[in-house]
């Protein structure tokens, strides 16, 4: 099991003394670690703004490596670029998540299929032990945060790079939506609670049942994506010109 260190405020953050300061690359991937652990863990809010002139300065160094970290996190679905507008926190509302939903019901299951038959013993131990960790969280972001590890790590024998970084990318970009959902769905009567589905899916992977686990894993995402549209209603048809572009400082629509 892969613990969860307690993480420093991204505000609080120094330049450890051993980063060189002249190493752009390494500053950049810390930058990026750093803004995509406070994204992920909801110190970040979808829709805040992201000064690059802050984060230079906090990190005395140039824009060159804000700016590179920033579109590595661009690129995982985390962060939206604009030119001349600035950069903020990526946010998705109810529609657009639906619309995500939709795509992981098909692209996930594949991700499974090609990973069942390359996970180790070791592997599966662990994933076994994260299902029996999930059963008895008793935190809502400790469950979003195992919740996920579980997930993805169920994904990573699969030998298509291209799949993988497609999943991470929904799974960033709809992270905000899911605490929201979570909370208000699953964990509303409080924690811990159980998926009988989570306790499926790892019955399927012990017994490498790729195709057993390819249905348990499209119906665990139908069955969410069901939910979501029951609770926030199902999204109105709109022509392809009417595509809506998000400003930043903007909310998304959560209720």
């Known amino acids: 099991m ?34 995509r652990s406070a994204v ?9 703004r992201i000064r690059q002139e802050l984060l230079a300065a906090q990190y005395g160094a140039s824009r060159i490596p804000v700016r ?25 509302n109810s529609e657009e998540s639906i619309e995500v939903y939709k795509i992981r019901e098909v692209v996930e299951p594949l991700a499974i299929f090609e990973s069942v038959p390359n996970l180790t013993a070791a592997d599966i131990d662990s994933l076994d032990a994260t299902v029996r960790e999930l059963e008895g969280v008793t935190s809502l972001e400790d469950y979003i945060l195992l919740d996920r590890e579980f997930h993805l790590r169920t994904y990573s024998g699969a030998r298509l790079p291209q799949l993988l970084s497609m999943v991470q990318r929904f799974w960033n970009s709809t ?14 009567d409080g924690l811990p609670f159980s998926d009988p589905q989570h306790l499926l899916l790892m019955d399927t992977i012990r017994g490498g049942d790729a195709e057993g686990a390819r249905s348990i894993v499209h119906l665990h995402i139908r069955r969410t994506r069901l939910l979501i549209q029951a609770k926030y209603g199902a999204p109105p048809r709109r022509p392809p010109s009417a595509t809506r572009v998000r400003k930043p400082g903007v909310q998304g629509s959560l209720p």
Not at 74 to 86: F, M, S, Y
Not at 179 to 186: L, P, S
């Open 2 to 35: 892969t613990d969860f260190p307690t993480r420093t405020s991204w505000r609080e953050s120094r330049r450890s003394p051993e980063l060189p300061q002249d190493d752009g690359r390494l500053l950049s991937a810390r930058i990026a670690d750093e803004i």
């Open 68 to 92: 590179e970290a920033l579109r590595q996190l661009e690129n995982e679905g985390l962060v939206v670029l604009a030119p001349n507008r600035g950069a903020w926190i990526a946010d998705v």
């Open 175 to 188: 992270q905000h939506f899911r605490r929201e959902f979570v909370k208000e769905t699953f964990a509303k």
């Open 40 to 48: 992920l863990s909801g110190e970040m809010r979808p829709g805040a």
